[in-house]
């Protein structure tokens, strides 16, 4: 049988355990639990390129989140938080990368077979390439169509939902397999009662009425980041910014739908299920957090909040 082709290269290195290895030698051995049980948990972290160099967004947020998602999976993580934060740095440096995304991934390894991990070494992996707007750029400004999945979101007791865990994302690409199937960008979950839940991999705000309104974590949705980072935004510009359960029908009465992750940022929902959202174009609300958000994130106004980890001494190529 011919060997399967490696993936395309996106890096010269990745951190794995303590050392750099070279793109091709990142692999991993398939009797690792994780590959049968999805036994992994995982951040995305963005760096953007700024006019100080490569920056990093709240690195120290995503760190934390990881290690208290291998918290709740009983992983006793082989490295310090700030190993793993420094180290997060490190690999952007390495890599060369002005914009990258980051990925961090602590798994169980290979070692006894069946559910209980016995003997099963934590493995630490810290990888990063370059990713544009993971829902297309023109999303960014136009908007996307998407539909209420016909998945739900498990209910809080039935899975550690505020976990960022890789097994769970099963879920989130069969919602975003029938998504791409029906012609969607994106598939919204509501959670196990019919409430509003998030994307596949964002946060979900509603604007009605003059406040801004997210579902509350206790609704099977997962503390974004960005989330948080969008509602100081928000309510620094006096805005009303309240966590509340939207019924679905919510996103129909709403004037702007907005979805707020890592990899997508700020994208506007321009539809959903066929019927536009407000005038089906991107709304002030959105456009005006959408653009304070690239404004901190590009560098082009002062970091008032500490959110950017410049990262020293990233090789620029000679001319740039
Ligand atoms: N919900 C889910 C299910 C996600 O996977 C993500 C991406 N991490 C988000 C929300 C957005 O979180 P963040 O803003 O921290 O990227």
């Not at 099977?220 to 928000?234: D, E």
């Not at 909040?305 to 740039?320: D, F, I, Q, S």
Request: proline letters at 8%.
């Amino acid at each position: 049988m011919p060997r399967p082709l490696p993936p395309p290269k996106r890096a010269e290195t990745i951190w794995i355990d303590g050392d750099f290895v070279p793109w091709d030698d990142a692999n991993l051995h398939i009797f690792a639990h994780v590959i049968h049980y999805g036994s992994s948990v995982f951040e995305g972290i963005r760096c953007y390129d700024t006019p100080e160099g490569p920056a990093i967004f709240r690195l120290q947020e995503h760190i934390d989140r990881l290690f208290y998602s291998a918290r709740v999976m009983r992983m006793e993580m082989p490295y310090s938080n700030q190993e793993v934060t420094e180290t997060a740095i490190e690999v952007v440096r390495r890599n060369g990368f002005d914009a990258c995304y980051i990925r961090p991934v602590v798994l169980r390894g290979a070692g006894s077979m069946g559910v209980l991990p016995r003997d099963c070494p934590i493995h630490v992996i810290l990888a990063a390439w370059p990713w544009g707007a993971y829902l297309g750029a023109e999303a960014l400004e136009q908007g996307i169509d998407v539909m209420i999945s016909t998945w739900r979101k498990p209910s809080p007791g039935t899975y550690p939902t505020l976990a960022k865990i890789g097994g769970a994302y099963s879920l989130a690409t069969l919602a975003k397999m029938e998504a791409a199937r029906l012609g969607f960008a994106e598939a919204i979950f509501l959670d196990a009662e019919g409430r509003v839940a998030e994307g596949t991999g964002e946060n979900l705000f509603a604007v009605h009425e003059g406040r801004v309104i997210t579902p509350p974590l206790s609704n099977s949705v997962l503390g974004g980041i960005t989330r948080k980072s969008i509602m100081v935004l928000a309510r620094e510009r006096g805005m009303e910014v309240i966590e509340q359960p939207l019924a679905r029908d919510f996103l129909h009465m709403a004037e702007e739908v907005f979805l707020t992750g890592t990899a997508a940022e700020v994208t506007p929902i321009r539809s959903v299920d066929g019927i536009p959202v407000g005038s089906g174009r991107m709304g002030p609300v959105t456009r005006r957090l959408q653009s304070e958000f690239f404004d901190i994130i590009h560098g082009r106004v002062p970091d008032r909040h500490g959110w950017l980890t410049v990262v020293a001494g990233a090789a620029r190529l000679p001319g740039e």
